[in-house]
């Protein structure tokens, strides 16, 4: 897929190919989507809004991070990685408890509660997958051939755009689950249930 980005052949047919990968390997069930889809079904899609912005807002900073070289330096330090690995395993952990303990979605909404755009931003910068699929990603695409400018701006578009459906998508998953269960006993079934999923997604491929 790497040369068909070249201007001269152009970018339809490539930059869908693009998006297709995107939407299966940084798509897949991770702690940021599925954190979006737990936040979405705990309080609903208006209040988890700044929340999911976050998430946009910190998975694109990664892409950009991947683009310009960053991510290759960070993996050069294992001390670091180390480091980083672990916060963000104990901050996930920390939004899985708030997530089981969540009030039913009526009881959120009659307190205002709502997740941050802070909280989002952390556990998209702090998320190990991000890093791991964009740079799959980004970098497959033009992998043994080189790239121009447009290319990379190609790539970059396209990429921030599927992330901000990917989490969009996610979002609105969970909540259309939320709505189907509106008394506590039901809502802490399902805010316990993505919780469980919420680790699982982040403990599971560090085994």
Do not use: C
Not at 62 to 68: C, I, P, S
Not at 121 to 147: C, D, E, H, M, Q
Not at 164 to 193: D, E, K, M, Y
Request: net charge positive; hydrophobic share 55%; charged share 5%.
């Amino acid at each position: 897929m790497g040369g068909e980005f070249s201007v001269g052949s152009g970018l339809l047919w490539p930059s869908l190919a693009l998006a297709l990968k995107s939407a299966l390997v940084m798509g897949s069930p991770g702690p940021a989507t599925m954190s979006a889809t737990a936040v979405g079904a705990a309080y609903g899609v208006r209040r988890s809004l700044p929340y999911v912005g976050g998430l946009i807002a910190g998975t694109v900073a990664v892409l950009l991070v991947v683009a310009t070289g960053v991510f290759a330096i960070l993996l050069s330090m294992p001390l670091l990685n180390s480091v980083l690995e672990a916060g963000s395993v104990l901050y996930i952990l920390y939004l899985a408890y708030r997530i089981a303990t969540a009030p039913p979605l009526s009881a959120s909404e009659a307190k205002g509660v709502r997740p941050s755009f802070s909280a989002g931003l952390l556990l998209a910068l702090a998320n190990p997958k991000a890093y791991i699929s964009i740079a799959a990603v980004f970098t497959g695409a033009a992998r043994g051939l080189p790239s121009s400018a447009m290319d990379v701006l190609v790539r970059l578009a396209v990429l921030g755009i599927m992330i901000v459906l990917i989490h969009l998508l996610w979002l609105f998953a969970g909540s259309s689950l939320s709505r189907l269960f509106q008394s506590p006993a039901s809502a802490r079934v399902i805010n316990l249930t993505f919780a469980a999923l919420l680790v699982g997604a982040t403990l599971l491929p560090m085994l």
